[in-house]
């Protein structure tokens, strides 16, 4: 298996910062915004995006966990899924702008699940999706309104995102 690291700790920096100037200005600034990640690494991506937000702002925005597992239609595949707890912030999420987070796009089917888990909690003024790297192969009509890197890759290629809060290391490889 070969390996190759093509985002470092700089590169992931950069694009959240990119990633959050984008959400403010869709949104017209920080008013009834709501960041959902999706775990793992999704919320800690929230979580970076929503402090980048409040450095710019001066404003806090609410960030919780939206867990999909049991909306997942691949369980019956991978059914020792753990599942993570989902965190709404205090003032829900009806009549926000919700942005989804997560780490990598791939086939688009852990965004239909969340799509599938936010109607059961309430219902935003508008889904926005935010993704570090997009690498293509969608299996679903779902694209990304925010994205920090495009990475065309071949679809047995694995992209791994590690993130030094979760993973101890920054960085983003594609292993063949």
Same mark, same amino acid.
């Given at each position: *298996? ?7 700790? =700089? ?11 984008? @959400? ?28 980048? @937000? =409040? ?14 597992? *049991? ?18 912030? =205090? ?5 926000? =702008? ?21 109607? $059961? @909690? ?44 979760? $993973?101890?290391?920054?960085?983003? *490889?594609?292993?063949?």
């Amino acid at each position: *298996m070969t390996s190759r690291i093509v985002l470092h700790d =700089a590169d992931i920096a950069r694009a959240l910062t990119r990633i959050s100037h984008e @959400i403010l200005e869709s949104n017209k600034g920080p008013d009834g915004l709501v960041l959902l990640g999706i775990p793992t690494r999704g919320v800690t991506l929230a979580e970076r995006i929503g402090a980048l @937000i =409040a450095s710019f702002t001066g404003a806090d925005v609410p960030v919780g966990s939206l867990d999909v597992t *049991m909306y997942r239609d691949d369980l019956h595949r991978n059914p020792t899924r753990t599942p993570r707890p989902t965190e709404i912030p =205090a003032g829900g999420i009806d009549g926000k =702008a919700v942005v989804l987070v997560d780490d990598v796009l791939f086939s688009g089917r852990s965004i239909r699940a969340a799509l599938d888990a936010l109607q $059961d @909690i309430g219902r935003p003024a508008v889904v926005r999706l935010a993704i570090l790297v997009d690498r293509g192969h969608r299996e679903l009509p779902i694209r990304p309104d925010f994205v920090g890197k495009n990475l065309p890759s071949a679809r047995e290629e694995r992209v791994n995102v590690r993130l030094a809060d979760v $993973d101890g290391t920054e960085e983003v *490889m594609i292993e063949s």
